[in-house]
């Protein structure tokens, strides 16, 4: 009987001392962004044997919220990876990839992207720069760079840009969205860059290969 009532509550008691964990640990509060599992969303509630998530999209689908109430055991905490987002740094890295073609301009197009980083983001790096020095302080937070950058990599579609740059934690789809939509009309006021798309391509070596590379037609057969 001991033995059954033991398996019987064995849920109820691990939930109990996850939320005795929660609430001396404070792995996450109130509001605070979390990551669990699969699950991503904003901690709305805790309570004895649950704590109640408002679930967001993943990354990949803008992280907006889905409008759905997810209510955790609180026993996850011990057998879930967990990953709070807004606890100690409100401010997450962002990378949005911009892929031109080998024919344009791509020094041009780097020295474009740097500055609409700049006019974009800037005060949103001071401040990210001002929290970190603060969090630093309760944290084991060390001083990092958190200006933004961009990346240049070759890849088989053609040269990609990639744009990295701090944005704070729930404003990530809309930064993306103003980045974006600055590096469109930028780039279509340039007549020396084009994006890249996976599409065929037919390369001639003689007619578009370098001066010292092509190769000379085979002489006709003669008769």
């Given at each position: 009987?001991s033995?059954?009532?033991a398996i019987?509550?064995?849920?109820p008691?691990?939930?109990?001392f996850g939320?005795m964990?929660i609430?001396?640990?404070r792995p ?6 979390i990551?669990?599992?699969?699950l ?11 704590f109640s998530v ?5 990354p990949?689908?803008g992280?907006?919220?889905?409008g759905?109430i ?8 011990f057998v879930e990876p967990?990953t709070?987002v807004t606890?100690?740094f409100?401010y997450?890295?962002?990378e949005?990839?911009i892929t ?10 780097k020295?474009?992207l740097?500055?609409?980083l ?12 001002r929290f970190?020095?603060d969090?630093s ?11 933004p950058?961009?990346?240049?990599r070759?890849?088989p579609?053609g040269v990609e840009?990639d744009?990295?740059?701090?944005c704070?934690?729930?404003?990530r789809?809309t ?10 009309q930028a780039?279509?006021a340039?007549s020396?860059?084009?994006f890249?798309y996976k599409t ?7 007619e ?12 006709p057969d003669?008769?």
């Open positions: 009987m033995a059954g009532i019987a509550l064995r849920d008691i691990v939930n109990w939320w964990f609430g001396w640990r996450f509060t109130v509001g605070d962004r990551q669990i599992g699969p991503c969303g904003d901690v709305i509630d805790i309570g004895v044997s649950t408002l679930e967001v999209a993943a990949g689908l992280e907006q919220t889905t759905r997810v209510h955790v055991p609180n026993g996850k905490v967990l709070n606890q100690g409100n997450v890295w962002n949005v990839a031109i073609t080998f024919e344009s301009d791509w020094r041009r197009a020295t474009i740097e500055g609409i700049k006019e974009r983001v800037v005060s949103v790096t001071e401040e990210a720069s970190i020095r969090a302080r309760k944290f084991l937070i060390r001083s990092a760079n958190v200006h950058v961009v990346y240049t070759i890849v579609d840009l744009l990295r740059y701090v704070e934690a729930r404003s789809r930064s993306t969205e103003s980045v974006c939509e600055a590096v469109l780039f279509a340039e020396s860059i084009d890249a065929t391509r037919i390369f001639r070596q003689t578009e290969g370098k001066e010292a590379l092509r190769t000379q037609p085979p002489p003669e008769e």
